[in-house]
């Protein structure tokens, strides 16, 4: 979140695709509910008390929404984190996924990408809302059978009983 220019990330690297002046007035102009802690972080502190919901890190298992890319894009973080027990090919899928994840949240941003060949989804447009709205609605279709697969997986871990195992032995 750019909101009022205050500690812009990647100011060095790539330009605003909107003055900040228009960035600031499309902030203050609409409603804002993000729930993803890990993006709510990179809100300005100016920018914070914009957002309805305030979430925090020992909180995310109250706000996390299956519809959130990054909510989608942090299966490849946990699949990675439960490695080897889930296996490679499925780290593999969770990385395809969060990638194409991250291609949309980057073409949404403030910055201005179109020199590494990311067209912009204008949000501050009412169009450009609605083709994220498809595209992100898409990539949860997508995610859901993976985020089935992971937490099968992971029950299926848990509930495993490793004194089988040792008496086998």
């Known amino acids: 979140m750019v909101y009022r220019g205050q500690n812009l990330r990647h100011k060095n690297t790539v330009p605003l695709r909107l003055s900040q002046?228009?960035?600031?007035?499309?902030?203050e102009s609409r409603p804002i509910t993000c729930s993803h802690f890990d993006?709510?972080?990179f809100f300005t502190p100016s920018a914070q008390?914009?957002?309805?919901?305030?979430?925090?890190?020992?909180?995310?298992?109250?706000?996390?929404?299956s519809g959130c890319i990054h909510?989608?894009?942090?299966?490849?973080?946990?699949?990675?984190?439960?490695?080897?027990?889930?296996?490679?090919?499925?780290l593999w899928e969770t990385?395809?996924?969060?990638?194409?994840?991250?291609?949309?949240?980057?073409?949404?941003?403030?910055y201005d990408l179109?020199?590494?060949?990311?067209?912009?989804?204008q949000?501050?447009?009412?169009?450009?809302r609605k083709e994220y709205e498809v595209q992100q609605r898409a990539l949860a279709e997508e995610s859901k059978p993976i985020r089935a697969e992971l937490i099968k997986s992971l029950k299926e871990?848990?509930?495993?009983?490793?004194?089988?195992?040792?008496?086998t032995h």
């Open 71 to 90: 909510a989608n894009m942090d299966l490849y973080k946990w699949t990675y984190k439960c490695m080897p027990w889930v296996g490679s090919d499925f």
């Open 123 to 128: 949000i501050e447009t009412a169009e450009g």
């Open 157 to 167: 871990l848990l509930a495993y009983d490793s004194s089988e195992l040792r008496q």
């Open 21 to 27: 002046a228009d960035t600031d007035a499309f902030v």
């Open 49 to 65: 008390p914009f957002n309805k919901i305030q979430p925090k890190k020992d909180e995310r298992e109250n706000f996390e929404q």
């Open 95 to 110: 990385f395809k996924l969060a990638l194409k994840m991250r291609e949309l949240d980057m073409r949404a941003a403030p």
């Open 39 to 41: 993006a709510f972080r």
């Open 114 to 121: 179109t020199e590494f060949n990311y067209s912009p989804i």
